[in-house]
């Protein structure tokens, strides 16, 4: 689908909930499956990513029942294997685009005695799996990958020994599928990051009844354990907000509310910066939900932001909203400059390259090394035609700088929005007619 966008004439105003976070939901599905018992589930992510979810694990023996499909999110009750295990699936288990999913899924099937192959649509089948699966293998899991190490992937579970692992890369995927495969392990295995990733696994594992224990950048379960079913409020997703947040600082006369936000600092270093440039963001602190602080997001029209420096360490922080934030770093004054982001070039696209290409087709400047991007803020952007590589994140991050760009841009497969945001049009256009849900 091809989605066109020009400038608006009209100021975002007003307040919409964003939809339930997307790496919460796949856990609180995830997890409500892997438990003993029947766990209720509010507020989840109703997008392509989480259904890949659900799939995977109702092909694998879980009962999945959604009780509500309301505008804030499916009610989802799930009847989990337990202490049974998953069954094996008849045929290969579709995880679609979602990166989460399978590798997960991966941690999970370790150390049961079944055969599973996980596979994914072309995005995700050109995505490293290594990461996940040589750590795994170390623990004694066995797989089998197609060529270069990626999907599809055959995964033969069996009985597994703890470890101590020192991942290389900071990745809340590998670390929560080390974890969740450690709970067949007898004893403790403990998970090192180089810098903090998310951290909803270690929040939301003790709810189901595991305890994990955190020291600085580790964190250890021991086994064998297993899951207690659990009832999880889902929270509303910042990496989803970070868009709203953007337009309405790049749309003059803008006063946007985003209620219910996750406010967990492992996921909004994207606000972090965005003060430091200094944009006008009020956060007013509302109530944990389920292990997760949670909060108002206001953000009003910023005349003058100003350049920054992003560094490696922050990077975790925000890996998801380099590319929104790269849009915003146009109207800046000055430059900025994203260190250590060479992540970006192993997600659902390349969105190192492909940021740096849209920005410079829109007129503005950007320049993209392995693992670097800088942009030059002050130029006004030209709308232009930009293809989305079927890439959610992308497809928002474009749709934002289309409201700013003078003429028309224009952006191609559109409809990956529904990886993670399907209500993405209709959110930008309540806000622009002052309509708030
Ligand atoms: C996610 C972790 C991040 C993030 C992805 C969701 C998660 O990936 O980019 O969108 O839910 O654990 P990495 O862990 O590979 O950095």
């Not at 492992?266 to 963001?281: E, H, Q, S």
């Not at 909060?295 to 909203?321: H, K, N, W, Y």
């Amino acid at each position: 689908m091809r989605y066109h966008v020009r400038p608006t004439a009209s100021p975002l105003i007003g307040s919409v909930r964003v939809p339930g976070d997307k790496s919460i939901s796949h856990r609180a599905v995830l997890f409500s499956a892997m438990a003993d018992g029947t766990s209720r589930i509010t507020g989840v992510l109703d997008s392509a990513d989480v259904r890949s979810t659900i799939a995977a694990v109702s092909a694998l023996g879980a009962v999945v029942e959604i009780i509500a499909e309301e505008t804030d999110g499916l009610t989802l009750l799930v009847h989990g294997w337990g202490s049974d295990g998953p069954v094996e699936p008849v045929g290969p288990i579709d995880c679609g685009n979602s990166g989460t999913t399978i590798r997960l899924l991966l941690g999970v099937l370790a150390g049961w005695g079944i055969h599973a192959v996980l596979t994914g649509d072309e995005s995700l089948s050109r995505r490293p799996m290594r990461r996940v699966t040589a750590p795994l293998a170390e623990m004694g899991a066995r797989f089998e990958t197609a060529e270069g190490g990626v999907a599809p992937v055959g995964i033969s579970g069996s009985a597994l020994a703890p470890a101590d692992f020192d991942l290389p890369v900071a990745s809340a995927q590998v670390k929560t599928a080390l974890l969740l495969a450690a709970l067949r392990a007898p004893g403790t295995t403990t998970v090192c990051e180089p810098a903090p990733s998310r951290d909803h696994t270690e929040r939301m594992l003790p709810g189901f009844g595991v305890p994990v224990t955190r020291d600085g950048l580790c964190a250890s379960v021991t086994g064998p354990t297993s899951l207690t079913a659990a009832d999880v409020a889902v929270p509303a997703d910042p990496s989803s907000a970070a868009f709203l947040v953007g337009a309405a600082l790049l749309v003059r006369g803008s006063d946007v509310t985003l209620p219910g936000i996750s406010l967990n600092t492992t996921r909004i270093g994207f606000l972090r910066v965005l003060a430091r440039m200094g944009a006008d963001i009020d956060v007013t602190q509302g109530p944990d939900v389920c292990g997760e602080p949670t909060g108002d997001v206001r953000v009003r029209f910023t005349e003058r932001l100003d350049g920054t420096t992003i560094t490696a360490e922050e990077v975790p922080s925000l890996i998801d909203e380099v590319p929104l934030l790269a849009i915003v770093a146009t109207a800046a004054v000055g430059t900025t400059r994203f260190e250590g982001v060479g992540e970006l070039r192993v997600k659902e696209s390349d969105r190192l390259a492909a940021i740096a290409d849209a920005i410079n087709a829109l007129q503005g400047g950007a320049v993209a090394t392995e693992d670097t991007l800088t942009v030059t803020g002050g130029r006004p952007l030209v709308g232009a035609e930009l293809d989305s590589l079927a890439d959610h994140r992308l497809a928002m991050a474009f749709a934002i700088a289309g409201l700013v760009a003078e003429g028309e841009t224009v952006i191609d497969r559109f409809e990956a929005v529904d990886v993670s945001y399907p209500g993405f049009a209709g959110d930008v256009k309540t806000l622009m007619e002052g309509t708030s849900h």
